[in-house]
């Protein structure tokens, strides 16, 4: 059936709301959504969060996933504090990205940590440190270009 034929019939049958959410629902993809925090220090260093779980590269921004009606902004401030203690602010949406072998969609957000900067270790997070761009730990490619590409460089 063409698509012509289909929006015709959307139109005309007199489906209730609930029913044309579910087809919706049905007929997309879905992805995960998830936040990465890009917080510089006054050297223009790089905040990273160790993540002892992982296997590949331990190392890596700071961020998580989004709960169920969860604003992205929040998330990120929630996923920052859970894993380390530190309160952050949200400057401003940087860049996004997707990864369809994850079924992914990344939203990373320029932050700032608000008031002293206090580590309490977590589950999730065994230390952190600032790194500059030229001298980044081992971490995820797409993430060291991501610190690359929005550090201010000389």
């Known amino acids: 059936m063409n698509k012509a034929v289909l929006f015709w019939l959307w139109k005309v049958l007199p489906l209730p709301k609930f029913v044309r959410a579910a087809m919706v629902w049905i007929g997309n993809p879905k992805f995960l959504v998830s936040v990465d925090a890009l917080i510089f220090n006054a050297e223009n260093a790089c905040l990273l969060f160790n993540h002892p779980y992982r296997q590949d590269y331990t190392w890596g921004l700071p961020g998580g996933y989004l709960k169920r009606g969860e604003h992205p902004q929040s998330a990120i401030q929630r996923e920052v ?14 860049d996004t990205t997707m990864s369809e072998k994850h079924r992914r969609i990344t939203l990373i957000y320029l932050a700032e940590i608000v008031g002293e900067v206090k580590f309490t270790p977590s589950v999730e997070v065994s230390e952190f440190g ?7 730990p081992d971490l995820f490619p797409n993430q060291k270009a991501l610190i690359q590409k929005y550090s201010r460089q000389p």
Request: aromatic share 14%; proline share 5%.
């Open 81 to 94: 504090f859970e894993e380390s203690g530190l309160e952050i602010q949200v400057i401003k949406l940087l």
């Open 130 to 136: 600032f790194f500059p761009a030229d001298h980044l």
